[in-house]
């Protein structure tokens, strides 16, 4: 540790401002928070500062980062109990009077320190069917309008910080509905290919059934959250939720559909069949 | 995007197990700074007073007509007009004199239900009276006791819950409801001798504007007016009305939640008044 150079012994009034990281560290075995004191530098982000106890005075520290720009998603954390990016949260946003809490997402195990196993998410992902297209054009390609795509474009700025899924009290607060809730970035996933206009599988039961729509109770943590300001909620989940009650809940739908003798909705087994993570288990 | 790895040597995930130890802080402990209880407690306290003023109003059974002082003014809690106490300036739906109850009752059940299963006021109440969650990242009330009452969460997969789904029956009555109230605001120019209009006039335009606003913002209606298209450019009258119209309403639906209710207890509080003689209803022509 480097010695700080002393203000004081200069009799210099201009008292350099100083700041408190309380750092969660530690592991699965256990862990506590730990104060790290140091000056406080203008125009800093989180991530800086956190970057800086690392240097001076902690180098076994445990962060994850990479572009320092909010679009990787790689430092998701929660500072002072709120879920957000280090390098996109300003120092100058937060009180420095009282010691900054950061803390490792609470829904994800820990790895170490800051670090949490977010793998629940790419398990999750593995299980929602991608895009089955419509037949090519006569002339080999595929065209879509823009009004048709814009709102899954809304959805592609998603960076999978997944502090949506930090955040949603449903697998945060109980962690039993991992194992039959996707969280609001998949539910958006789903809802995205349900809004795709050349797609040609049908989600709606296999979103309640096994994605567990359902679980969600609009709360709207997830959009509160989220760097991206995506309308997760408004947008996505409900939007779901709707199409799953022509589905399974409207009666009238269902006897439209009898009397059109349109498609049923697709079952949530046959659903199941086409997903990467059936694919990956036959091979 | 999540690409999936299929590389055969690629490293194996950690797999997730359900009730693997997560460490971090306990997680009774609240982090945040901010004074996050501020929300629901301030919701709670609209939704409770408005609960309190509704019941007093719907039992009241007496002066939600102000036909007796000469305004043609009907609160929207007795609307449409079941008893024959509002048929001064010929008025009436139809002749329920066999109910001995407040007529107020069987009319509720329709705005109630509607906003009961709206997807903003489910937002409201889930956090502000259920406390699942209170707020963001604080812990769903009883969520931290092991084994206690609270600790499974079904959200709205279980009865009764799973019944959110038929909101769409509920907004149908809705529309029904808002053209009554619209139609009370018309007549609400009527005055025995001929048109004219009164401060309660404006208070019942207002009123109709505002349960519009409300109504076709709803989340079952953007979605039944073109937002369960996959494909708009075949429907493009749809979209429009999707786009812009329902859309812009929807992105204000809290707002139109919060006014049109707090304007719906003001309307019937404003007849009460008009009513009883407490004040008299300035004429404007
Ligand atoms: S709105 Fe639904 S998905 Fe989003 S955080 Fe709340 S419960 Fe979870
Ligand atoms: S939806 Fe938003 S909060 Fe969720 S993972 Fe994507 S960017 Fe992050
Ligand atoms: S480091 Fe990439 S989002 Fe923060
Ligand atoms: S979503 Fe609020 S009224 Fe339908």
Same mark, same amino acid.
């Given at each position: 540790?480097?010695?700080?150079?002393?203000?004081?012994?200069?009799?210099?009034?201009?008292?350099?401002?100083?700041?408190?990281?309380?750092?969660?560290?530690?592991?699965?075995?256990?862990?506590?928070?730990?104060?790290?004191?140091?000056?406080?530098?203008?125009?800093?982000?989180?991530?800086?500062?956190?970057?800086?106890?690392?240097?001076?005075?902690?180098?076994?520290?445990?962060?994850?980062?990479?572009?320092?720009?909010?679009?990787?998603?790689?430092?998701?954390?929660?500072?002072?109990?709120?879920?957000?990016?280090?390098?996109?949260?300003?120092?100058?946003?937060?009180?420095?009077?009282?010691?900054?809490?950061?803390?490792?997402?609470?829904?994800?195990?820990?790895?170490?320190?800051?670090?949490?196993?977010?793998?629940?998410?790419?398990?999750?992902?593995?299980?929602?069917?991608?895009?089955?297209?419509?037949?090519?054009?006569?002339?080999?390609?595929?065209?879509?309008?823009?009004?048709?795509?814009?709102?899954?474009?809304?959805?592609?700025?998603?960076?999978?910080?997944?502090?949506?899924?930090?955040?949603?009290?449903?697998?945060?607060?109980?962690?039993?509905?991992?194992?039959?809730?996707?969280?609001?970035?998949?539910?958006?996933?789903?809802?995205?290919?349900?809004?795709?206009?050349?797609?040609?599988?049908?989600?709606?039961?296999?979103?309640?059934?096994?994605?567990?729509?359902?679980?969600?109770?609009?709360?709207?943590?997830?959009?509160?959250?989220?760097?991206?300001?995506?309308?997760?909620?408004?947008?996505?989940?409900?939007?779901?939720?709707?199409?799953?009650?022509?589905?399974?809940?409207?009666?009238?739908?269902?006897?439209?559909?009898?009397?059109?003798?349109?498609?049923?909705?697709?079952?949530?087994?046959?659903?199941?069949?086409?997903?990467?993570?059936?694919?990956?288990?036959?091979? | 995007?999540?690409?999936?790895?299929?590389?055969?040597?690629?490293?194996?995930?950690?797999?997730?197990?359900?009730?693997?130890? !997560?460490?971090?802080?306990?997680?009774?402990?609240?982090?945040?700074?901010?004074?996050?209880?501020?929300?629901?407690?301030?919701?709670?306290?609209?939704?409770?007073?408005?609960?309190?003023?509704?019941?007093?109003?719907?039992?009241?059974?007496?002066?939600?007509?102000?036909?007796?002082?000469? !305004?043609?003014?009907?609160?929207?809690?007795?609307?449409?007009?079941?008893?024959?106490?509002?048929?001064?300036?010929?008025?009436?739906?139809?002749?329920?004199?066999?109910?001995?109850?407040?007529?107020?009752?069987?009319?509720?059940?329709?705005?109630?239900?509607?906003?009961?299963?709206?997807?903003?006021?489910?937002?409201?109440?889930?956090?502000?009276?259920?406390?699942?969650?209170?707020?963001?990242?604080?812990?769903?009330?009883?969520?931290?006791?092991?084994?206690?009452?609270?600790?499974?969460?079904?959200?709205?997969?279980?009865?009764?819950?799973?019944?959110?789904?038929?909101?769409?029956?509920?907004?149908?009555?809705?529309?029904?409801?808002?053209?009554?109230?619209?139609?009370?605001?018309?007549?609400?120019?009527?005055?025995?001798?001929?048109?004219?209009?009164?401060?309660?006039?404006?208070?019942?335009?207002?009123?109709?504007?505002?349960?519009?606003?409300?109504?076709?913002?709803?989340?079952?209606?953007?979605?039944?007016?073109?937002?369960?298209?996959?494909?708009?450019?075949?429907?493009?009258?749809?979209?429009?009305?999707?786009?812009?119209?329902?859309?812009?309403?929807?992105?204000?639906?809290?707002?139109?939640?919060?006014?049109?209710?707090?304007?719906?207890?003001?309307?019937?509080?404003?007849?009460?008044?008009?009513?009883?003689?407490?004040?008299?209803?300035?004429?404007?022509?």
């Amino acid at each position: 540790m480097s010695d700080t150079p002393t203000q004081t012994s200069t009799g210099d009034t201009n008292s350099q401002k100083k700041v408190t990281l309380k750092i969660w560290r530690g592991d699965a075995g256990g862990g506590q928070f730990v104060d790290y004191t140091l000056d406080y530098l203008d125009g800093e982000v989180v991530l800086d500062v956190v970057h800086r106890v690392q240097s001076e005075q902690a180098p076994d520290l445990g962060v994850r980062w990479n572009c320092k720009a909010g679009k990787c998603g790689s430092c998701s954390s929660e500072i002072n109990g709120k879920p957000s990016l280090m390098c996109m949260t300003r120092m100058s946003t937060l009180d420095i009077e009282k010691p900054i809490t950061v803390s490792p997402m609470r829904t994800f195990p820990i790895i170490k320190d800051l670090v949490t196993d977010v793998s629940f998410n790419f398990e999750v992902a593995k299980k929602i069917p991608a895009l089955r297209p419509k037949p090519r054009e006569k002339d080999g390609t595929y065209r879509m309008a823009q009004i048709d795509i814009a709102r899954g474009q809304e959805f592609r700025k998603c960076i999978e910080c997944f502090l949506c899924q930090n955040v949603c009290h449903v697998i945060r607060d109980h962690e039993d509905n991992k194992a039959h809730f996707a969280g609001p970035r998949f539910l958006m996933r789903i809802a995205e290919l349900e809004m795709h206009p050349l797609d040609t599988l049908d989600r709606r039961h296999y979103a309640f059934d096994v994605m567990g729509v359902g679980y969600c109770n609009i709360t709207k943590c997830c959009t509160e959250v989220c760097p991206e300001h995506i309308h997760i909620t408004d947008n996505a989940i409900i939007p779901l939720k709707e199409r799953v009650v022509d589905a399974r809940f409207d009666p009238v739908a269902w006897l439209g559909r009898t009397i059109m003798r349109k498609p049923k909705p697709m079952s949530s087994e046959e659903v199941a069949k086409v997903t990467p993570a059936a694919r990956q288990n036959q091979t | 995007m999540t690409t999936l790895n299929t590389e055969p040597d690629a490293p194996v995930p950690v797999g997730i197990e359900a009730n693997k130890v !997560r460490g971090g802080p306990p997680r009774s402990e609240v982090l945040r700074k901010d004074k996050w209880w501020i929300q629901p407690l301030a919701i709670f306290t609209g939704l409770f007073a408005f609960i309190v003023y509704a019941t007093w109003a719907a039992l009241r059974n007496g002066h939600f007509y102000a036909g007796n002082v000469g !305004r043609d003014y009907l609160s929207p809690f007795y609307s449409p007009c079941l008893t024959n106490s509002c048929t001064n300036n010929g008025y009436a739906w139809s002749d329920w004199s066999w109910w001995r109850l407040s007529p107020a009752i069987p009319i509720l059940i329709f705005p109630l239900s509607f906003r009961l299963s709206c997807y903003y006021y489910r937002k409201s109440y889930y956090r502000s009276f259920w406390l699942s969650p209170p707020s963001c990242a604080v812990p769903d009330a009883g969520s931290t006791k092991a084994g206690g009452p609270r600790s499974k969460y079904s959200g709205e997969t279980k009865f009764p819950l799973i019944l959110q789904n038929i909101h769409r029956y509920t907004w149908y009555f809705a529309v029904i409801f808002a053209g009554i109230l619209t139609f009370d605001a018309i007549a609400a120019f009527r005055f025995p001798n001929g048109i004219g209009m009164g401060l309660g006039t404006l208070i019942f335009v207002v009123n109709a504007c505002l349960i519009w606003a409300y109504t076709l913002g709803c989340h079952s209606c953007r979605h039944l007016c073109g937002g369960g298209l996959r494909k708009f450019s075949a429907s493009p009258s749809r979209h429009f009305v999707w786009k812009n119209f329902v859309s812009k309403l929807n992105e204000h639906h809290q707002l139109f939640a919060w006014l049109s209710l707090f304007w719906i207890a003001f309307a019937d509080f404003y007849t009460w008044l008009v009513s009883t003689g407490a004040i008299h209803d300035p004429r404007f022509f």
